[in-house]
């Protein structure tokens, strides 16, 4: 199992940058694929972005991609989403998911692909 903590969230205006992380326990990590979603107030949860346990091929939602970049530090048992040019639209609290595979370049973009999942981190863009 993994227990899962969001930090980083906040208040900027559009076009400023945040940077979210998720902490991890368990000695696992490193193979646990990890996604980043969001919800905004009165919406579903949708995805942000993705990453295998190999760190490799990062999968974006068509409406951050070139603005996020999601990376993992194994390490350190940490998963960032770095958010530039933000926007009012990207108002939500985010949440990070965890799902272990012996896949390493698996990629996940479903909530119900995900076993695990953070409290979530409040991001509040104004304009």
């Known amino acids: 199992q993994v227990h899962l903590v969001e930090s980083g969230g906040g208040s900027v205006q559009a076009g400023g940058s945040l940077r979210l992380s998720c902490a991890a326990s368990?000695?696992?990590?490193?193979?646990?694929?990890m996604g980043w979603f969001r919800q905004a107030p009165g919406k579903e949860r949708e995805f942000v972005a993705a990453?295998?346990?190999?760190?490799?091929?990062?999968y974006y939602a068509d409406s951050v991609k070139g603005r996020f970049t999601i990376s993992r530090d194994n390490a350190k048992n940490t998963v960032y989403l770095q958010m530039n040019s933000l926007k009012p639209e990207d108002t939500a609290v985010y949440y990070c998911a965890a799902v272990m595979d012996r896949r390493p370049d698996l990629i996940l973009t479903g909530v119900y692909e995900y076993d695990y999942w953070g409290q979530g981190t409040q991001v509040t863009v104004s304009s």
């Open positions: 990453i295998s346990w190999s760190g490799g091929s990062p």
């Open positions: 368990g000695r696992t990590f490193s193979r646990y694929a």
